[in-house]
């Protein structure tokens, strides 16, 4: 490597807030383009005439303002510093522009030197990286919609078991364990939750989330997984109800927590593991 590590860090910290930037792109039209396919699809399953809309999808239309959907300036558009730059407002509207926005950017330069300070100059970091951006895509969509698009969770899947296909084939048996089981798991205990209490407790999203981190860890990590992310929902969820009457009785997405409980895993998992063993011995 020629690079000192100050300018390579920096190079890769602006890639990463790049890429959250297209991140943003996909939380917030992946859901939408989901909705439109699902009603032309229930329009076509009544023999209803299809409506025509404007073509919308990751690439069109250009950014606009989700108020008054002026286009966006390239240079109100840059990752973080656009947002800095008119302090979080339309330069148009003046109407406040979500907190997402930054935050998702900021997260993904974050990561990526994170991960790459874990893990190097290494083919796996990409792999490694590619799942915590797909991880965060994910919470954030389930945070905003409750759902987690297959579009998502089954590329994460596939990539997790490519990964240990690749790079550490004596794992690939624990993975699909691990994918199997962690489906499993959920879809037992949310049909069990279901009789007892005539209620959905979860999606089948969550599933299929669980299923792609048993993929990515093994299935030895499952328990350390929903131990971590139920943990993390229970005292989030208690401290929200506390913290204002209004989020009573709303329901908490599960996914964010799967998620955070992956990520940890991913970057920290193995140094987690064995404190885990440790306390449970
Ligand atoms: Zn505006």
Known sequence: MGLPPVILYAFVFVVGLCLGSFLNVVITRLPVMLMRRWRSEALEALEMPAESAAPFNLATPASLCPHCEAPIAWHDNLPLLGWLKRRGRCAQC?????????????????????VLALFGMVPQTLFIYSA???????????????????ALTLPLLWLGLVYQLLFQPYMLGDAV??????????????????????????????????AALGAWLGWTFLPLLLVLSAGLGATVGLAAQASSPALRGKPLPFGPFLALAGWTCLLAGDELFALYMRLGA
């Open 94 to 114: 003046d109407q406040p522009i979500s907190m997402q926005y930054p935050l998702v950017e900021l997260a993904g330069g974050l990561l990526a030197v994170a």
């Open 132 to 150: 915590c951006l797909v991880l965060l895509a994910l919470s954030v969509i389930d945070f905003r919609t409750y759902l987690l698009p297959d």
């Open 177 to 210: 364990i691990g994918a199997m089981a962690g489906y499993l798991s959920l879809w037992s205990f949310y049909w069990l939750f279901k009789l007892v209490t005539g209620k959905e407790g979860m999606g089948y999203g969550d599933f299929k989330l669980l």
